[in-house]
């Protein structure tokens, strides 16, 4: 049987065939054409997910690199801007707390915004292998620290290249990884002597460099599971590629975001940086300091020849050396230190608008890829550094001076030096004399002048005063040039006795030197008498206890000791050496268990703060026994359960109380500390107690008398 169709039903039969046909394309082909498709965009998201990355870790080593050469400026300038002279001044907690170390701190906060990093500080090498920290810009009164704190080298510690001379930065984050982000430069800091004696740090928190490697990472991931995905479905793929598509977008964002950072870090950046192409002309690119430094406005300096700059500081010929200076970096025949020792203006003096400053430059060679090499420039102005060197040297010539002058007449015998001074008194005020007689001529003004400084001069000859004598000795030529003119004028005497005047200024600098001399032989006698009292007491008590104590004298303000105080602090330090040595400082066997040297140290230094009195007296016993303080307490109060740990350290210094099991000629009566509560007391007076299985620390605030 057959059948034909025909009309309507042959069109639903052509329908029919059409809709199997596809049915059977979608079967077969579509799957292969999907995962084919899925395949390729996979491969597209790599290529873009590869390119990306690289364009941020590009980006990422800019911004590093940018970062790293501002921290080594930063470290560089840290290490020369604190003397290891001052440095060396701050050793312990006490040394904290003057305003010295207070202006330091304050002068760290001042480089640290200056320089744009989050922490500038000082480690000392303290030999051991340990390093001590110095000082640091930050007053967060919770997060203080100063020279007490030591800390122990370790193997991978960042500092060790700077204690070889040589300034590293690194990622704080490679040791302790939640300080991501944290970048650190550390540099030697020489002394005079060429030597390393401590390490200047600076620490700054890029967050900026945080976000790009933790991008990174995730992106690494994120190539990693790429492939395994493309195995999966094509739906995945393109929710991939929409989530990649985003990120793209993001990292667009961030790298726009990076490049303002570096803009912003360009104009703060406290040199001047630029770019010289071949025609020595600068080029767009500069920091805005560049416009300070050379006191010329913006608009002034694009596209000016450098050279054309600074013609007005420099000679013909030394332009012509510049000139053959900058030809001889664009040729790139002779090595980067080799090129910066040959510098001409390494430093010199720029003169603009009547005024001149002194600027150090560095030149260096950049080549780039598919475009013409240029030269970046830095330049820095020094002028302050300078004055503050002439300052020093001028302070360290007047120093020289008065050690000179001190050294002559500590050899001169006082009744003697007496006598030199009043008889150079006498010839000055002669000399003031005939300079108001109108009877005298000008010439014999001039005569007697002369005569009366050849008096002085003599004299101090005699006496070995030869600074004093050799300016006296120029005076004299400048008198007998003024002798040798025709005519004389009262202008010529007056300026003869303005130089006389600066010379005598030297004489009172003599009377001044005595009375510290005298001063100090006086404050000298008073501290030798109380450290002679005390250590004999502590010669004589140690032997009673067969204890081996030293006793390490600090600071001694003279001040405090030769006020009224002087008896009672006397009296107090005398009840704290016997408490000490026969309470807190161990046997040596003891010692020696607790790894202690076997020889007891007890510490003391007076100081004068702000008005009043501080006494600081410390040992390294083993502090208060607390539980035995108790039990005494307790014994004396059998109604009280508990007592607070304020309540038992009050409690040593009442009347009759001893933890001593005997009476001794040294201690156990508990009369001693009782007598210290009363002469604090009786002073207006206060006493802070730190104990603590190293040692005991008693400090006493008195008041000085008005």
Same mark, same amino acid.
């Given at each position: 049987m057959s059948f034909n169709c025909s009309g309507p039903d042959k069109v639903k039969v052509t329908q029919m065939k059409i809709f199997d046909t596809m049915n059977r394309f979608l079967k077969t082909t579509g799957p292969r054409l999907i995962l084919g498709l899925f395949f390729i965009s996979s491969l597209m998201?790599?290529? /873009?997910?590869?390119? %990306? @990355?690289? #364009?941020m870790y590009n980006s990422g080593v800019m911004l590093a690199e940018t970062t790293q050469n501002h921290l080594v400026s930063a470290a560089q300038a840290l290490a020369e801007f604190i003397s290891p002279e001052e440095l060396s001044l701050y050793h312990t907690i006490e040394d904290t707390k003057t305003e010295a170390f207070q202006e330091l701190k304050h002068r760290l906060v001042a480089f640290a915004e200056n320089h744009n990093i989050l922490y500038a500080y000082f480690w000392r090498y303290y030999g051991n292998n340990q390093l001590q920290f110095i000082v640091d810009n930050d007053f967060d009164p919770t997060e203080e620290v100063g020279p007490w704190v030591i800390i122990d080298i370790v193997e991978d510690y960042l500092a060790l290249p700077a204690l070889a001379g040589n300034i590293v930065v690194s990622n704080l984050g490679v040791i302790v990884p939640t300080w991501d982000g944290l970048i650190t430069a550390y540099a030697p800091v020489f002394d005079r002597h060429g030597n390393i004696r401590s390490i200047a740090g600076v620490d700054i928190l890029d967050r900026y460099l945080y976000i790009q490697r933790r991008d990174a990472r995730r992106m690494t991931l994120l190539l990693a599971l790429a492939i395994p995905f493309s195995l999966i479905s094509g739906i995945l793929n393109l929710i991939l590629y929409r989530r990649r598509a985003k990120q793209i977008e993001k990292s667009h964002v961030e790298l726009s975001h990076e490049k303002n950072v570096i803009q912003t870090m360009k104009d703060n950046i406290h040199q001047g940086i630029f770019l010289m192409d071949r025609e020595l002309k600068i080029l767009p690119l500069y920091s805005r300091s560049l416009i300070q430094i050379l006191s010329y406005y913006d608009s002034e300096l694009e596209g000016r020849n450098f050279l054309d700059i600074i013609s007005t500081s420099l000679s013909t010929k030394q332009l012509q050396i510049m000139q053959d200076y900058f030809d001889m970096i664009f040729s790139n025949e002779k090595s980067a230190k080799l090129l910066e020792e040959a510098n001409p203006i390494s430093e010199f003096e720029y003169k603009i608008d009547d005024r001149i400053k002194i600027l150090t430059t560095r030149f260096q060679l950049i080549d #780039? /890829?598919?475009?013409?090499?240029v030269i970046i420039g830095v330049i820095q102005d020094i002028s302050r550094e300078k004055e503050f060197e002439m300052e020093l040297q001028l302070q360290r010539e007047a120093q020289e001076l008065e050690m000179k002058n001190m050294f002559d007449v500590i050899q001169i015998d006082p009744m003697v030096f007496h006598d030199f001074i009043e008889e150079a008194e006498a010839n000055f005020n002669y000399i003031n004399s005939i300079l108001k007689d109108k009877t005298l001529t000008e010439k014999q003004v001039i005569t007697k002048f002369y005569q009366n400084i050849h008096a002085i001069k003599a004299n101090a000859l005699i006496l070995g005063l030869e600074s004093f004598s050799n300016k006296l000795h120029a005076l004299e030529d400048d008198i007998k040039a003024v002798s040798a003119q025709e005519e004389i004028t009262v202008k010529d005497t007056l300026s003869l006795a303005v130089k006389l005047e600066l010379i005598m200024q030297d004489k009172d600098a003599f009377l001044t030197i005595t009375k510290k001399i005298e001063t100090f032989k006086s404050s000298n006698q008073i501290d030798s008498v109380l450290v002679h009292s005390l250590n004999k007491a502590v010669e004589k008590i140690s032997a009673e206890t067969q204890k081996n104590v030293e006793l390490e004298i600090g600071y001694m303000d003279i001040s405090v000791l030769e006020s009224k105080l002087r008896k009672p602090i006397k009296d107090i330090l005398f009840q704290c050496v016997r408490n000490s040595i026969y309470h807190g400082i161990e046997p040596a066997e003891e010692r020696r268990r607790k790894n202690k040297k076997p020889q007891g140290l007890l510490s003391l230094s007076i100081r004068n703060v702000d008005g009043m009195a501080e006494i600081i007296f410390s040992d390294d016993g083993q502090g208060l026994d607390l539980e035995k303080i108790k039990k005494k307490y307790l014994e004396t109060r059998p109604g009280v359960k508990e007592v607070s740990r304020k309540a038992l350290l009050a409690s040593i210094f009442d009347p009759e109380f001893s933890t001593a099991n005997m009476t001794s000629t040294v201690a156990g @009566?508990? /009369?001693? %500390?009782? %007598?210290?509560?009363?002469?604090?007391?009786?002073?207006?007076?206060?006493?802070? /107690?730190?104990?603590?299985?190293s040692g005991l620390t008693l400090k006493f605030i008195l008041a000085l008398p008005a």
């Open positions: 998201v790599l290529l /873009i997910s590869g390119v %990306l @990355r690289t #364009q #780039q /890829i598919g475009s013409e090499s @009566r508990g /009369i001693g %500390l009782s %007598l210290v509560k009363d002469l604090v007391k009786e002073n207006n007076g206060t006493i802070n /107690i730190n104990s603590s299985e």
